[in-house]
């Protein structure tokens, strides 16, 4: 009689067979709990990693960790995980720390976010109230009709990547024929430049013009108002924080507590909260920022 039993690929001829491939199998079975623990393990510190949060550097960085060091400090209690604000040196650094990837949490212009949502796989998550829009002005009593009739002519603008700056450019698809932006120290600035002779035309923003004193009006007039709306900054996140860390982003930013951990933010801004965003209505920003070397692919 044949005393050999088939199991699987093994043939048992013994009981010392029977417990070896018992042996082995445990032996197996061990490993394969202990990679799926270390799988497990491996998830929850990805989960819980830090979350690198930055901004434009438009003030200096002792005004950038108190401005918006509360608000972070305030998310890293709520999530019970670190949000890191990452003050950029300037805007070159900036620039190429976003270029690389290296922001989870950005609180910018409309155009960057657009960028990001395209490039980067971003969510727009919240952002402050209104809308944006630029107006191109100039000196009274200036022969200058139309703004396509700035082309290759001097512009003062904040220089790029101003939002209002590339929203004039934008004007232009001509390369040859765009404006020359003269940069200048904000946007009163702006028209101090035309005022002085130093261009022809001034861009700002609609609701700057708007609130402008009479006695400033006096000595300008309006070319052009863009007839286009932007939605203004706000906050977009990448990808490498779970969705469901990005929901929670998103609800704790729309609260009365953040709205307080804000307050300096809110102030800068002139708003009072911060509302819901949306990737569809910053996605075609993207192409603002064509005119920007390593944004423009």
């Given amino acids: 009689m044949n005393d050999t039993i088939g199991l699987g690929n093994y043939d048992i001829t013994s009981r010392a067979d029977l417990w070896g491939i018992v042996l082995k199998t445990f032996k197996y079975t061990n490993v394969l709990i202990l990679l799926l623990a270390l799988l497990a393990v491996s998830s929850l510190g990805f989960a819980k990693r830090t979350i690198l949060f930055s901004t434009p550097p438009t003030q200096s960085y002792e005004v950038t960790m108190k401005r918006y060091g509360p608000l972070a ?157 932007w939605p203004p900054r706000g906050f977009s996140i990448g990808d490498r924080v779970d969705s469901q860390t990005q929901q929670r982003i998103h609800d704790l930013l729309l609260s009365p507590e953040a709205t307080k951990a804000a307050k300096n933010i809110l102030k800068r801004y002139k708003s009072n909260r911060f509302v819901g965003a949306n990737n569809k209505e910053y996605r075609s920003l993207n192409k603002l920022l064509r005119p920007i070397w390593g944004f423009h692919n």
Avoid at 98 to 113: A, S, T, V
Avoid at 174 to 197: E, I, T, W
Wanted: a positive charge; one cysteine or more.
């Fill in 73 to 229: 400090d305030f998310l890293t209690k709520k999530l019970g995980r670190k949000v890191k604000l990452v003050p950029a040196a300037n805007f070159i650094d900036y620039s190429q720390a976003m270029l690389e990837n290296r922001y989870d949490l950005i609180f910018d212009g409309p155009h960057f976010i657009g960028w990001r949502i395209i490039k980067q796989n971003h969510y727009a998550i919240a952002k402050l109230p209104g809308k944006l829009n630029f107006a191109i002005i100039v000196k009274k009593g200036s022969s200058i009709s139309h703004y396509k009739k700035l082309a290759g002519k001097r512009v003062c603008g904040v220089g790029s990547p101003n939002l209002m700056t590339l929203g004039m450019l934008d004007l232009f698809p001509n390369p040859a024929s765009v404006p020359v932006v003269v940069p200048s120290r904000g946007f009163k600035g702006a028209l101090k430049c035309v005022k002085a002779g130093n261009a022809v035309a001034a861009v700002v923003p609609a609701k700057f013009w708007k609130k402008r004193p009479p006695k400033v009006k006096a000595s300008f007039k309006v070319l052009f108002i863009s007839p286009i709306l």
